[in-house]
Structures are given as C-alpha cells and as structure tokens.
C-alpha cells in the first residue's frame, strides 16, 4: 500500500511538470500528442497522475517540447559551488512571485557585460498590446519597430504555422533564437516586440534580458481572448471559449513568473491606448532618449 500511494505521488508530480511545460510552450494537449506521437486521451491520463510512464515516452514528450528530458524527471545537477545548494534551498522557500523577484534583484545587482544601447523589449501574451503600443513609442523615439516572429519567418522562409509543422518546437526554438541573437546584433537602438512564448525558452530569453530593457505588457486573461478575437484571429478558440479561456489561464498561469522578470511591468486592462502609449512612453525615455 505504502508504494502504491508512494507511486501515485510520484505520477501526479509528474503530470504536472508535463502539463506546466506544455503550458509554458503555449501548446494544447493535441499539438504535443500530435508532435510526440503519442494519443491524446493517454497524455490527459498522464497529465492527471493516471497513466505508467515509460522512459521512452517521456523522451517523446521532452523532444515535441524541446524540454531537457532531465528537466523533466527533475534531475539535479552537481553544484558547481558549494553555496549554490544553499541559495536554492533558500530560493525554493519563496513563492513564485518573490521567487522572480529575486532574479530580477540579482540580474540588476549582477549585470557583467549587460549591453542594452538603445534597446526595449516587450514582452507578454497574444492580445496585451505589443504591437499596437510598441509601433506608436518606437515612432516617438525614431527607433525601429521589430517584430522577432517577421524575422523568423523572413529566415525560415515561411509562415509560423509551417515552420512549426515541418521543424517542431525544436527547429522553431532554434530559429528563434538565432533571429534574436541576429537582431541584437544588427539593432542597436530598437523597440521589439517578442512572441508570446519566448519567454519559456531559457537561453533565448536570458538572451533578450540581457541585450534590452524588458517591459511585460500585461492584461486580463477576458481582456487578451477579447481583443485577440477582436483582430479577427480565431485561433485561440479553436475550440469551446470555455476550455479556450481556461487555456489560457493555464498559459498565463504558467508563464507569470517567467514574464515577471521583466525590468518593469504596463497593465493595459481597462485602459484607453492613449494612456498606456504614455506610460510605456515614460518608462522607455531613459532607455530610447537621445
């Protein structure tokens, strides 16, 4: 009895670390059962602690998300010093929030190299107001608006929905990074608009962090499905709204301490766009000031 109840524990623990990576890519339970190659009614049993996992298809599930297999099985790595357990001891204390917090208090305390010229980031979820706000403050300052998903369709030659199906998450986090590391390297005084799930990507994200003076655009969960159907863009309910907004909660959920590293944070809810062109304004002048 003591090992079934011990093995229970171990299978939801795991189902949750599959579903809150799936959530962190932005992906629904039938893209990843589409790209691992598994079924989709036995990744919802193993997403809720109910199905015997094999090493085999954990692997499956790690390449479709492009997730380190030892990320997964949460694995620890050897210390490289002998305070760095004591610090993750400590950090593991905190909550999610204070846990963020604290990067963002490190990453300002510790900036080796940081070289952000004259660089913004927004970043957030589909439907907070990346695009529509950042065109109007980089015309303000003269700095170039860039959009990281034009650049990597300009790479790759094709459409993000073709990119995804013929490379998978993995060639995609691939292209993505290299059209960031491209652009930081080209731009050196720019207003750029990052896609929704790059945040989920550790290097690429460290990346942007370092290179641009970060600015989480935030909304709603009601306020992101509204104005994203507003656009005419339907596929965030492809499906039922309801399990749509429940998605995206879940997304949202999943990625709030990953968006809350971001150097300063603009809620657009119930706001007009005059005002958060203001305020985003006013936050950026230091970084886009001549």
């Given amino acids: 009895m003591v090992e079934q109840a011990e093995f229970a524990v171990l299978a939801k623990r795991l189902g949750d670390r599959v579903k809150r990576f799936r ?64 610090a993750k001891k400590f950090l593991d204390q905190l909550n999610p929030e204070q846990q963020s917090e604290a990067y963002v208090l ?35 300052f003269g700095a170039p608006f860039v959009r990281i998903t034009s650049v990597i369709e300009q790479i790759a030659g094709m459409d993000m929905t073709e990119i995804l199906l013929s490379t998978g998450q993995k060639g995609y986090r691939k292209l993505e990074y290299s059209a960031l590391e491209g652009t930081v390297e080209s731009q050196h005084s720019m207003v750029l608009e990052a896609g929704g799930s790059l945040v989920s990507e550790p290097r690429t994200f460290e990346l942007l962090l370092q290179s641009c003076f970060t600015v989480w655009v935030q909304a709603t969960p009601e306020e992101h499905m509204r104005r994203v159907m507003g656009q005419g863009d339907l596929r965030p309910i492809a499906g039922q709204q309801m399990a749509a907004m429940e998605d995206l909660r879940t997304i949202l959920d999943a990625r709030r301490h990953l968006y809350g590293r971001a150097d300063a944070v603009l809620n657009t809810s119930g706001r007009a766009i005059g005002d958060s062109i203001e305020e985003l304004s006013r936050l950026c002048a230091p970084h886009l000031g001549l």
Wanted: proline share 3%.
């Fill in 23 to 86: 959530a962190r890519r932005g992906m629904s339970r039938k893209d990843l059962s589409c790209h691992a190659g598994i079924s989709e009614r036995y990744l919802a049993q193993l997403e809720g602690g109910q199905a015997n996992v094999s090493v085999n298809i954990l692997w499956l599930l790690a390449q479709a998300m492009d997730t380190p297999i030892t990320e997964m099985i949460e694995a620890e790595a050897e210390a490289s010093h002998p305070d760095l357990p004591l």
């Fill in 106 to 140: 490190l990453r300002q305390n510790f900036k080796r190299g940081l070289k952000l010229k004259r660089r913004v980031a927004l970043i957030g979820l589909r439907g907070a107001g990346k695009t529509t706000l950042g065109k109007a403050v980089a015309e303000r």
